[in-house]
């Protein structure tokens, strides 16, 4: 599917329209950003990773029953999406405490949170993405209580499925965040779910395989990623069908 116009230059991917009115294509850029897009890089080839896990997330999440917005890959770094009205709040999973989670609120890091946390925030880069409570979610028209509930309960299913596979590789799935949109009046997983936006922890050591090692400069982000890529390759050889 060829890409015209730019809609859209996020901090790590671009939306290109398309000549079908409810397809977008997204490309994965190597760009990358963290602490709202304070530190920022280039890393060649982490769009190519990144496209190819999303990918590969969301053909699983819809074999198992969840609405995701994505069609096919494009070329290697980018894949053709339906068209959604996004929801402006990011979905955040917790299955340990780590992160923003332990900066403001007293929790150990890596303590288990069970059952997960499903936590809220207002996507808005200028207003640094404040989490945001349900009252305010209703009063600002986001999403009705039964959406939210609809919304809550995906997330929840997301987090058994994606923790169940990677337990299997060897990995433990901290947290994540993932957005959804709306599809002909039906709510829909879109975005990415990728290394950019997971916590991955090896379950043995505990060493991070995600944007951690970019964040607080712990390695080679792009060995970090492309370990992960090769124990889903190793996954998939393993499972042919
Ligand atoms: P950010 O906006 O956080 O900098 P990205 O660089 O990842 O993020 O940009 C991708 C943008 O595209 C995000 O704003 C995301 O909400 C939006 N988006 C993701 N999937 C879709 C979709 N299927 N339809 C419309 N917009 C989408
Ligand atoms: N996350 C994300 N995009 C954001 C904020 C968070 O992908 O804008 C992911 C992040 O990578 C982590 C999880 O959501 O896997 C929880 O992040 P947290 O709230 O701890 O924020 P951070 O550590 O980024 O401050």
């Known amino acids: 599917m060829a890409k015209n116009e730019l809609l859209y230059e996020g ?10 009115p409810d397809e977008l294509v997204a490309v994965f850029r190597d760009d990358i ?26 053909s699983m999440l819809e074999e198992n ?7 096919r890959m494009g ?9 959604l009205e996004m929801i402006p709040l990011e979905f955040v999973g917790r299955n340990r405490a780590a992160g923003s989670l332990v900066k403001k609120f007293p929790f150990e890091e890596g303590q288990v949170l069970d059952p997960p946390l499903i936590i809220t925030d207002y996507k808005n880069d200028e207003r640094g ?8 979610i209703y009063a600002l028209g986001i999403l ?19 923790f169940e596979f990677f337990d299997k ?11 959804f949109g709306r599809l002909d009046g039906e709510i829909v997983l879109g975005d990415e779910i990728s290394m950019d936006s997971m916590r991955l922890w090896d379950k043995e050591t505990g060493e991070s395989f995600d944007k951690d090692v970019y964040r607080f400069g712990k390695g080679d982000v792009m060995s970090a990623y492309g370990r992960v890529v090769e124990k889903i390759e190793e996954w998939k050889r393993q499972n042919v069908r």
């Open 11 to 20: 901090k790590a991917k671009s939306i290109y329209g398309t000549e079908n």
């Open 33 to 58: 950003t963290a602490f709202n897009g304070e530190k920022k890089d280039c890393f060649s080839g982490k769009g190519i990773l990144n496209v190819g896990v999303s990918a590969f997330f969301f």
């Open 65 to 71: 029953g969840i609405k995701t917005h994505f069609i």
């Open 75 to 83: 070329d290697e770094r980018s894949m053709v999406v339906s068209k």
């Open 129 to 136: 993405d404040p989490p945001i409570c349900d009252d305010i």
């Open 144 to 162: 009705t209580p039964e959406e939210l509930g609809q919304v809550r309960e995906m997330t929840l299913k997301i987090n058994e499925i994606l």
């Open 169 to 179: 590789l060897g990995l433990l799935l901290v947290d994540f965040k993932i957005e």
